[in-house]
């Protein structure tokens, strides 16, 4: 039967002010997934580096999506995958978009394309839900669509791919893990008018620095009154880190999803590397571990390659 390699990557949901609503796409790290189409309904999951993966698919982020899909298809198929785990679960940068994205992805190709993005980001969120209880897109529809998404509703589905600007993306994971889960809970269900009025302002004046390929505007707009005060009490050094990546020259960021990743943007390739050398001195100096990447923003999302045979 057929296959094909899939490699799904990282994604920085929220973009500050954005929260469940706005997405991009990153060129590393990326998960590599190997998956194959059978005749046999139903879904194998395996973790190619000793990874712990739930091995029932309707519990795994990259199977749930598939038993929705094969549910619709009702024809006797299923899959095999196999996932090299490189965006670590926990760690902010869209480890379970990856997975079901890919999934989806890799299997509307095997299956001949009988799917449209959207439909392929309706069956993804499958998976968000399996790992976060909550059905989200602003991982899952970066990594399919590429550059940045906004997600203008998601019942009914509603995605609008905005032109990616040339801006580098410094990213820092910090090796503690964050669940999505537990990050949502903390969440308060109320906002005072005011910081609500200050956060519309910022979304709508990011989205305009996009789309106008506005660097300062960007930079300003990169403000949350809402998620950073309450989120970053689980990041330790982000306050400090985030103002010294400024002093060092990033146009501004935060918390990359629900943490507890740190991304920041900034206009050259050099910046974003100085600004990358701060957050690894940042977590040296708090004898934290860490990861850190510095990546364009990726315009192409989920890249299939073909196996032959
Ligand atoms: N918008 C989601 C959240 C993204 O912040 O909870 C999770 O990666």
């Given at each position: 039967?057929?296959?094909?390699?899939?490699?799904?990557?990282?994604?920085?949901?929220?973009?500050?002010?954005?929260?469940?609503?706005?997405?991009?796409?990153?060129?590393?790290?990326?998960?590599?997934?190997?998956?194959?189409?059978?005749?046999?309904?139903?879904?194998?999951?395996?973790?190619?580096?000793?990874?712990?993966?739930?091995?029932?698919?309707?519990?795994?982020?990259?199977?749930?999506?598939?038993?929705?899909?094969?549910?619709?298809?009702?024809?006797?198929?299923?899959?095999?995958?196999?996932?090299?785990?490189?965006?670590?679960?926990?760690?902010?940068?869209?480890?379970?978009?990856?997975?079901?994205?890919?999934?989806?992805?890799?299997?509307?190709?095997?299956?001949?394309?009988?799917?449209?993005?959207?439909?392929?980001?309706?069956?993804?969120?499958?998976?968000?839900?399996?790992?976060?209880?909550?059905k989200h897109a602003d991982n899952v529809a970066p990594c399919v669509y590429g550059g940045i998404?906004?997600?203008?509703?998601?019942?009914p589905l509603d995605i609008i791919p905005l032109a990616a600007p040339d801006l580098y993306v410094?990213?820092?994971?910090?090796?503690?893990?964050?669940?999505?889960?537990?990050?949502?809970?903390?969440?308060?269900?109320?906002?005072?008018?005011?910081?609500?009025?200050?956060?519309?302002?910022?979304?709508?004046?990011?989205?305009?620095?996009?789309?106008?390929?506005?660097?300062?505007?960007?930079?300003?707009?990169?403000?949350?009154?809402?998620?950073?005060?309450?989120?970053?009490?689980?990041?330790?050094?982000?306050?400090?880190?985030?103002?010294?990546?400024?002093?060092?020259?990033?146009?501004?960021?935060?918390?990359?999803?629900?943490?507890?990743?740190?991304?920041?943007?900034?206009?050259?390739?050099?910046?974003?590397?100085?600004?990358?050398?701060?957050?690894?001195?940042?977590?040296?100096?708090?004898?934290?571990?860490?990861?850190?990447?510095?990546?364009?923003?990726?315009?192409?999302?989920?890249?299939?390659?073909?196996?032959?045979?």
């Open positions: 039967m057929k296959a094909c390699i899939a490699y799904a990557p990282g994604t920085v949901a929220n973009l500050v002010c954005g929260f469940d609503i706005l997405g991009l796409c990153l060129d590393s790290p990326a998960d590599k997934m190997e998956v194959r189409l059978t005749d046999k309904a139903e879904i194998i999951i395996r973790s190619a580096d000793g990874y712990p993966l739930p091995e029932d698919p309707a519990l795994n982020t990259a199977g749930a999506p598939l038993l929705e899909m094969l549910q619709d298809l009702d024809q006797k198929l299923g899959f095999e995958i196999l996932i090299h785990k490189r965006i670590k679960p926990g760690s902010g940068i869209g480890s379970s978009a990856a997975s079901a994205a890919g999934a989806v992805v890799a299997a509307n190709y095997l299956l001949g394309n009988p799917f449209d993005k959207a439909q392929l980001i309706q069956y993804a969120m499958a998976g968000e839900k399996v790992a976060s209880g909550v998404t906004l997600i203008r509703s998601i019942a410094s990213v820092v994971h910090p090796q503690i893990e964050v669940r999505t889960a537990d990050a949502r809970a903390i969440l308060r269900q109320q906002i005072p008018l005011k910081n609500a009025i200050r956060q519309w302002g910022n979304i709508a004046g990011l989205v305009t620095g996009i789309l106008k390929n506005d660097a300062a505007l960007i930079g300003r707009s990169l403000e949350d009154h809402i998620i950073e005060p309450i989120r970053s009490t689980l990041i330790p050094g982000f306050k400090e880190l985030k103002e010294s990546c400024k002093e060092a020259g990033a146009l501004g960021g935060g918390i990359s999803g629900s943490g507890p990743s740190i991304f920041m943007l900034s206009t050259s390739r050099h910046t974003a590397q100085q600004v990358e050398e701060v957050m690894q001195k940042t977590y040296i100096e708090l004898g934290i571990e860490y990861h850190s990447y510095v990546s364009m923003i990726n315009k192409e999302g989920v890249r299939i390659e073909p196996v032959k045979g």
